[in-house]
């Protein structure tokens, strides 16, 4: 690592309270906002932020509350439905949750009257990760540490499960073909499946453990990347089932590995919290994997990327940091 990469967050946000999750929507809704979700130990806050990056007449950057959205429990895994909008009427609002109660919820809202919240149950531990069907949205995958991981319909009810054989950490639906599902497991491999059949189609394997996250390439689905002990490790799925490459990148263990959606050739990973400040580093892939940017802060949790912009953010300690990327 390069100390000079270092740097502060671009933009802060205040918040309420400590972050836990923070999501922008990965899809387009319409106007030139960008809607954001993030949670803290009660609510889920969701706005929408604007950038001058990406809007001349901003000021640095714009953030506007749509709504808080009381939770009860602490939400540590969010997901957006591409069914939200904001630029027809009416306006919706659809997004996913799990908590540590090992139950997913579907809240739904106009940001007018209508505000619902549906329960949804079956795993029968902690939930890691949840994700929608991109192209509709009128299904939901989770993955969770009792070794499954199950699909929803919108009305709560289960109508595929895999049994999977380590706690699942992270899935991920194909951006196109919607019955390509991606499901990583703790023990250090990654499956793809085919819903239709029920049947794994395609497996990875990092070589070691544990697979702490991992994530498909939504740009080019022909790159998965993952973070297991403290590397990075990145596939060419057309090649090989194991690692075309890998580096350590934290010092103690990595947490998250999140792409770019705006380029394909960049993405950031996570530290865990500890003895270290909890890092972000933000790589580009070229032949040599250069960093190009190393940001630090104490504590933090959630990592997510702007649709469009370069830009990623982190939640942490009654703040959110938004670090803007120069290519």
């Known amino acids: 690592m390069q100390e000079d990469l270092g740097r502060t967050a671009t933009y802060t946000l205040p918040c ?3 972050v836990h999750v923070v999501e922008f929507s990965p899809f387009d809704c319409g106007a030139a906002s960008s809607l954001i979700a993030y949670t803290e130990n009660q609510h889920v806050v969701v706005g929408t932020c604007r950038f001058k ?3 001349m007449e901003v000021d640095g950057f714009d953030f506007t509350i749509l709504r808080v959205f009381m939770h009860g429990v602490r939400a540590d895994a969010l997901a957006w439905s591409p069914e939200s909008r904001l630029d027809k009427l009416p306006q919706m609002i659809r997004f996913c949750t799990a908590s540590a109660d090992k139950k997913l919820r579907l809240f739904t809202s106009d940001l007018q009257k209508l505000n619902e919240v549906k329960v949804m149950e079956g795993h029968t531990s902690y939930i890691n990760h949840v994700v929608f069907e991109p192209t509709e949205g009128k299904q939901i ?12 319909d919108l009305e709560g009810n289960e109508s595929v499960l895999f049994r999977l054989w380590s706690p699942g950490v992270t899935v991920c639906w194909h951006p196109v073909e919607m019955f390509k599902l991606m ?3 703790k023990k250090g491999t990654i499956r793809f499946y085919n819903l239709i059949t029920q049947q794994a189609i395609l497996s990875l394997d990092s070589g070691q453990m544990p697979l702490m996250s991992a994530d498909w390439c939504l740009k080019n689905t022909i790159k998965v990347g993952a973070v297991v002990g403290s590397d990075w490790v990145i596939w060419d799925i057309t090649r090989s089932s194991y690692p075309q490459d890998k580096r350590p990148v934290h010092l103690d263990k990595a947490r998250l590995f999140r792409w770019s959606r705006a380029n394909e050739n960049l993405f950031a990973t996570t530290g865990c919290p ?9 790589s580009f892939c070229s032949i040599t994997f250069q960093p190009v940017m190393i940001g630090s802060a104490v504590v933090g949790s959630g990592l997510s990327w702007h649709r469009t912009l370069p830009l990623c953010v982190i939640g942490g300690d009654r703040k959110l940091s938004f670090w803007m990327t120069e290519m």
Do not use: I, M, P
């Open 16 to 18: 309420n309270d400590c």
């Open 53 to 55: 990056e990406e809007d």
């Open 141 to 152: 995958a989770s993955v969770s540490d009792d070794h499954t991981c199950r699909v929803w």
């Open 183 to 185: 499901v990583a497991e």
């Open 274 to 282: 500890g003895k270290f400040h909890f890092q972000l580093l933000v």
